[in-house]
């Protein structure tokens, strides 16, 4: 990966950490009028499902034997990285608090870092651990967990499943193959997959569904309430799912699971704007950690580089030609060592083909988690 490739990729994994931010506040201003979170999630899916859907269509034309090989991580990525996640942490806050919910979901960085230490056999480095460390601090610290904390063991299991499926979506979206499915193609396929699972939720009763055409609710002003909910589909689920998986094959899991956790510090930002909920300087302070946790594995991934790879033409930099030497190695596994982007006109899809190679043979994540 070259640095070019990298700066761009912590870039889109920005953009993709402060729209799914954005949902916070949109989905609390429905659940005051009488929404209960099994339906703000799945008016906010189903949504993304439509709009993807006929771009979806377009990004296949010529190209349907993708979705006969790729269908299995649709699926997977639909279930275990957009359902999982959402319906296991709605069960724990029934729970737990939602401070201690979002640091137990969050836990799966630590489960995409173990993850890629088994596919490489290896322990992780130390600015790694040490990222790790900050993070998780950072995260204490933002979600203030010093005050109210409430702790229940069915709670603790939920928030364990959530953070299983945030570790899969980072594993899934990064995932490369030879013939891999386009973003697009992932994503709008994937929210399909969810939507009709939580349809099936909410028809059998197990994820409880209410429904209010009441106005959203802001500090000082208000919102339609089909304002709020297109909100939630384009923005805080069609963009942040979109560009996360392009960044995520450009970054690599681990980086992009740790930049991922910006989206803590953009939900208070936001809260703060729109709901007039002021940041505490505790929080403050557990940013800037969880800013140092993301710089000291920034700094490993950088230390990875192969020489060379600083800009150019070399086959990594962005738009460039596939051209360079073959077989190079990087160091671990799970990560891209190569990225190309291609932005297609039109309404198709953008394409990032990564590989990933240790000892010579290529290395990718297995397409179920």
Same mark, same amino acid.
């Given at each position: 990966?070259?640095?070019?490739?990298?700066?761009?990729?912590?870039?889109?994994?920005?953009?993709?950490?402060?729209?799914?931010?954005?949902?916070?506040?949109?989905?609390?201003?429905?659940?005051?009028?009488?929404?209960? #979170?099994?339906? &703000? =999630?799945?008016?906010?899916? %189903?949504?993304?499902? +439509? !709009? /993807?859907?006929?771009?979806?269509?377009?990004?296949?034309?010529?190209?349907?034997?993708?979705?006969?090989?790729?269908?299995?991580?649709?699926?997977?990525?639909g279930v275990a990285a957009v359902a999982v996640p959402q319906v296991a942490f709605?069960?724990?806050?029934?729970?737990?608090?939602?401070?201690?919910?979002?640091?137990?979901?969050?836990?799966?960085?630590?489960?995409?870092?173990?993850?890629?230490?088994?596919?490489?056999?290896?322990?992780?480095? #130390?600015?790694? &651990? =040490?990222?790790?460390?900050? %993070?998780?601090?950072? +995260? !204490? /610290?933002?979600?203030?967990?010093?005050?109210?904390?409430?702790?229940?063991?069915?709670?603790?299991?939920?928030?364990?499943?959530?953070?299983?499926?945030?570790?899969?979506?980072?594993?899934?979206?990064?995932?490369?193959?030879?013939?891999?499915?386009?973003?697009?193609?992932?994503?709008?396929?994937?929210?399909?997959?969810?939507?009709?699972?939580?349809?099936?939720?909410?028809?059998?009763?197990?994820?409880?569904?209410?429904?209010?055409?009441?106005?959203?609710?802001?500090?000082?002003?208000?919102?339609?309430?089909?304002?709020? !909910? /297109?909100?939630?589909?384009?923005?805080?689920?069609?963009?942040?799912?979109?560009?996360?998986?392009?960044?995520?094959?450009?970054?690599?899991?681990?980086?992009?699971?740790?930049?991922?956790?910006?989206?803590?510090?953009?939900?208070?930002?936001?809260?703060?704007?729109?709901?007039?909920?002021?940041?505490?300087?505790?929080?403050?302070?557990?940013?800037?950690?969880?800013?140092?946790?993301?710089?000291?594995?920034?700094?490993?991934?950088?230390?990875?580089?192969p020489v060379g790879s600083q800009g150019g033409t070399e086959r990594g930099s962005?738009?460039?030609?596939?051209?360079?030497?073959?077989?190079?190695?990087?160091?671990?596994?799970?990560?891209?060592?190569?990225?190309?982007?291609?932005?297609?006109?039109?309404?198709?899809?953008?394409?990032?083909?990564?590989?990933?190679?240790?000892?010579?043979?290529?290395?990718?994540?297995?397409?179920?988690?």
């Amino acid at each position: 990966m070259s640095t070019r490739s990298m700066g761009v990729g912590l870039l889109i994994a920005l953009v993709s950490a402060s729209t799914f931010a954005t949902s916070g506040p949109f989905a609390k201003s429905l659940l005051e009028t009488g929404w209960t #979170p099994g339906s &703000v =999630v799945f008016v906010r899916i %189903a949504g993304a499902a +439509l !709009v /993807l859907l006929v771009p979806t269509v377009r990004a296949l034309e010529g190209r349907w034997h993708l979705l006969r090989r790729g269908w299995g991580q649709i699926v997977a990525f639909g279930v275990a990285a957009v359902a999982v996640p959402q319906v296991a942490f709605f069960f724990a806050i029934q729970h737990v608090s939602v401070g201690v919910a979002m640091l137990l979901e969050y836990l799966g960085l630590v489960l995409v870092v173990a993850w890629q230490c088994a596919v490489a056999r290896r322990l992780p480095r #130390p600015p790694t &651990v =040490v990222g790790i460390v900050l %993070a998780v601090v950072g +995260l !204490v /610290l933002v979600l203030d967990l010093f005050g109210g904390v409430q702790v229940n063991g069915i709670g603790v299991a939920w928030g364990l499943v959530a953070a299983v499926g945030l570790a899969s979506y980072f594993l899934l979206s990064g995932h490369v193959a030879e013939q891999q499915l386009p973003p697009l193609v992932l994503a709008g396929g994937g929210m399909v997959v969810a939507a009709l699972g939580f349809a099936a939720l909410g028809l059998s009763r197990v994820l409880p569904m209410t429904f209010s055409t009441g106005a959203a609710q802001f500090d000082g002003w208000t919102l339609p309430w089909w304002a709020a !909910v /297109l909100e939630l589909a384009l923005i805080a689920a069609v963009t942040p799912y979109m560009t996360g998986i392009v960044a995520n094959r450009l970054l690599g899991a681990k980086l992009g699971s740790f930049v991922g956790l910006s989206e803590v510090m953009f939900a208070v930002l936001f809260a703060w704007i729109l709901l007039g909920e002021l940041p505490r300087p505790v929080q403050l302070l557990g940013g800037l950690f969880i800013l140092a946790g993301v710089i000291a594995v920034r700094f490993e991934e950088s230390r990875n580089l192969p020489v060379g790879s600083q800009g150019g033409t070399e086959r990594g930099s962005l738009g460039g030609p596939q051209a360079g030497r073959q077989g190079e190695e990087v160091e671990s596994a799970g990560e891209p060592g190569r990225a190309v982007v291609e932005s297609l006109v039109g309404g198709a899809a953008v394409v990032a083909d990564d590989r990933v190679e240790l000892g010579g043979d290529d290395v990718v994540a297995p397409q179920h988690h």
